[in-house]
Structure formats: C-alpha cells, structure tokens
C-alpha cells in the first residue's frame, strides 16, 4: 500500500538577495491500494509533479511523510525505491545507445542478475510491443517509442508500486492506448498505481479513484461516483473545471 500523509513541500527562492518561498504542496493526504489505479488531477503548476518526486524520494518534503508498506521516505530511502517505478518527462534517455543496452544498464543498477534482466526484458518488450526498435539508436526513435523505452526502464526490477507523471503526454492515439493498457494490466496483476494527468478523458477511462489538485491543495478526493454525486455534475471535467476557472480568473484580477 502507498500512503500519503500530510504531504508539504515549500520552496525557496532568492533573487537579489530577497529570499521568498513557494508552497507547492499543502497538507496532502491519500492512499492508494494494490490493484489500484490512483489519478492525481490538476492544471500545470498544481504541485503534481512535486507530489510525486516527494512518493518516488527525489526531493525531500518539508513536513508530513510518505509510507510504502512499513517503509517511509524520510528514513527508508533504499527500501522505498527498490519498490518504485518512477517515469517521468523529465527522464533523459542518452541517443547514443539502445533501448535493448540501456534496459541492461537498469537492470544492472538495481542489483539485478543476467539471467532475470534477460527474462524481464523479454517479457517488458513482448507487452510493450519493442522487438522492432530494441536495437536502434534512441536518438533515431519517434516520442512513443522513447516512451516506452522509459517505461520499461523504470519496470525492469518489477516494482510492486508504479508512479508515472503523465504517461499519455504528447503521445499518439494509438501509443497512449498501448500505454493506458499496459497500466490496466499491471492493475489486474496487483500492483499499486499513482498517475498524474491533466487528460480528464484518460483519467476517466483509466483511474479508480482521484485527487484533485489546485495550487498545491487537495480538492477532491475519491471515486468518480463520489465526486459526482457530490458535486451534482455529470462529468469528471466539469468538476475539475469547476475549481480551475475561478482560480485562473483570480490570478488575472491579481495582475
């Protein structure tokens, strides 16, 4: 199980000698349990993609804790990230080599034998449909194919919890369906899944339940249904909408 508590991060800044802060996240809680897919929804800026660096022990939070099982991230760094895929657009994958090498090379990194990286990867490139670019220059691939060389680096040790910052991002129709349904597969199969997305169509289709995120805070929070039914509306965008607007037109009145 992976558990939020509380989660806070600030920022700080100094710019010409003035030092400011930033409250990216405030006080967010949720959990997400094995054969679960967890949605966490929200504009660019909402505090999503710090949310998730603090889950995956990237960045360290400024108070609250995050637990896998019995583990925390604040005194169980190893142990959380052998637990851990973490994909993100920020991953930069070297052109010059290989998906097929640069797989190995995860592998080797996370203590991994020959023999279970061969059959890992084998298995990671049958489902994510690889074979015909494994060994081709990433720098020669299309933004899909990158994708999916990604995603099978951060599952190549098997993690028993998945975190993906916007996995569908700037991919095709047909890639993106690929992907959303390796996520579902790997559900059904007991794994513990946290994206973050701003598609609510994806989001819809693929999550079980949802957070939704606003200037580092916490909106909403459950399953469709229930965030429906509480808000009286018929669609998941309306709701999020609902919160995004009047903040947008907060911060042009403030301009």
Known sequence: ???????RKVFENRKRNVRDTVEAVKDVSFECIPGEIFGLLGPNGAGKTTTLRCISTLIKPTSGNVYIDRYNVLENEKAIRSRIGFLTSDMKLDGFFTPDYMVDYFGALNKMNKEDIRQRKEHLFNELQMKDFIHKKIDKLSTGMKQKTAIA?????????????EPTNGLDVITSKSVTDFLEKYAKEGKTIVISTHNMHVAEKLCDRFGILVKGELKELGSLKSILDKNSSESLEDVFFSYILPSAEEEVSHA
């Open 1 to 7: 199980m992976l558990r939020v508590e509380k989660l």
């Open 153 to 165: 680096i951060s599952l190549i040790h098997d993690p028993d919890v998945i975190v993906f910052d």
